[in-house]
């Protein structure tokens, strides 16, 4: 089926219909859930007072956005400004090196909110790999890599690196594992693309200009050394017209966006309700499915907006970050699931390209993302719910390409040739929506808890079968479709059809035209030729799906 595969309007109007009205649907249970509920003894520890005028509480469960807008939106506001501030200073002083200005400020920030002992130990390890990278061996590369990062994950080897950070600072915690984890991993890409290096080695002050860039320090998101690289050293300074006015323009939308997550968390206690099992025993199926639900397009949206603060000041250096992952809302296969685009791209790179090639051979497939997913884990830090959530994401990708390679073959690709392409849409749609719903399972698992994914899932499945189950089904199915229209208006924009032949002039209309029109026959025959030797579009070249 071609991915321009087109439905009629009356049959996308009414999946629009149906999948705006189960959400308002959706959002009244959780509503009327989190109201009833903000008094228990449970929420006294994550709902906090909010609008006091209003009388409405707020939910504070996710510390990660509390810190970031709430609790130390000052420090980092700070800090990011600073760098702004000297960014811009060194552009227009020494624009030949500004990457400089950059590592110092880096450096100058790192020091003074962790201490020089946590400096110390950054060094080290980057001075570690560099010296490794010279070899320009990449399997030895990747394994002292993956060793240093599992420093961080094992005892007793956190405690040790932990006793080198200083000071009362209270994200002191936070920032060390997240300024140690991301340093192994860009130190890891600089001695990768340092083994591709043909001519010589790059110097270990392009490691430290790379690493101590301090809007991508702590919390990322990665980008690989060859395109910072390139773009940190870029002498060209010049702005395409408009582009400041979309950076303008993105930094409105995240501040708007951190004004609409703020406002829900005071009417749906999203983050709050499902760590409370007991109350999730007694709640309705739609209130249940919907919280499963709007947890994965939080967790997007709370990725998207820290991301793109970061990636608006990096913007603002000339320097064209990572984009924001892609919404769980428009995903209904596993090859595009992911919430951070930068380690994404990092392992697609490293690990699961270059180990599966082409992406064809099935025994191939399944030592890349097995290796993938290994990495993964050794990122996000090994317990029950991680080795649980890569097991069935690393099986569902891989299934994916199992089903595809079977569904290619005879007779299932006749049948679909040969029958209309709006009915293979139709069909496959029904197919997404079973690999929807797996997405989500397999991931609430990472995002909340193994308990809260099993009751969702006894509860759709099981328990609410078959009404709960055919309604939900059908509301996702409504929801493929409507991805699936955008992907075809996205693709019209991409790659547009090919305009129709020019009609030829009829005998009829010839001998019914006046006498000068012979003499204008002459000027017009080229035009017939070349239209009607114009090549009519061949069906069978449209894209793949």
Known sequence: MGIKAALPKYELYFYNTVLC??????????????????????????????????????DTADFEWTMWFSTFKEHILFALSGHVLFAKIGSMLAPQYRSLVYMAYGLLAVWTSMGWTYVTLILSHCILLYSISLVKIRWLCFVAGLCTLATFKCE??????????????????????????????????????????????????????????????????????????????????????????????????????????????????????????????????????????????????????????????????????????????????????????????????????HLGGKHENVVDELVATLCTFGVTTLWLGPCQAVLVWAFFNCFGLNFELWTARFFSMEPFASLEAAMPEATSRRIRAAFNTLNFWSIVLYNILALNSLDFAKLVAKRLLLKGFPITTITAMFVTYCLIQVIKERERRLALIDDPDPLPPAPLQSAATAADAPVAAPAAAPAAAPVAASAAAQPVADPSKEKAE
């Open 21 to 58: 009205l189960a959400l308002f649907w959706a959002s009244s249970w959780i509503l009327d859930l989190s109201s009833s509920s903000a008094n228990r003894k449970t929420f006294r520890t994550s709902v906090k007072p909010g609008w006091y005028y209003f009388g409405r509480k707020m």
């Open 156 to 353: 007793p080897f956190v405690s040790w690196q932990a006793g080198f950070v200083q000071g009362d600072f209270e994200l002191r915690h936070v920032l060390f594992y997240g300024g140690c984890g991301f340093t192994i991993m860009r130190c890891m890409s600089f001695a990768l693309e340092n083994c591709e290096r043909k001519d010589g080695n790059y110097s270990i002050l392009e490691l430290l200009k790379y690493n101590f860039y301090l809007p991508f320090f702590y919390f990322g998101p990665i980008m690989t050394f060859d395109q910072f690289y390139i773009q940190a050293n870029k002498q060209d300074l010049t702005r395409k017209e408009g582009d400041m006015w979309n950076i303008r323009l993105q930094g409105l939308i995240q501040l708007s966006s951190i004004i609409v997550v703020d406002v829900l968390f005071h009417f749906l206690y999203i983050l709050t309700i499902p760590s409370d099992l007991k109350l999730l025993k007694h709640a309705s199926d739609w209130a249940l499915v919907g919280l499963a639900y709007f947890n994965l397009v939080y967790d997007w949206v709370k990725a998207a907006i820290m991301f793109g603060v970061i990636n608006t000041v990096s913007r603002l250096d000339h320097l064209d970050p990572p984009s924001p992952p892609k919404c769980i809302t428009m995903l209904y296969v596993f090859a595009e699931t992911h919430f951070d685009r930068g380690i994404n791209e990092w392992l697609c790179k490293y690990v699961y390209d």
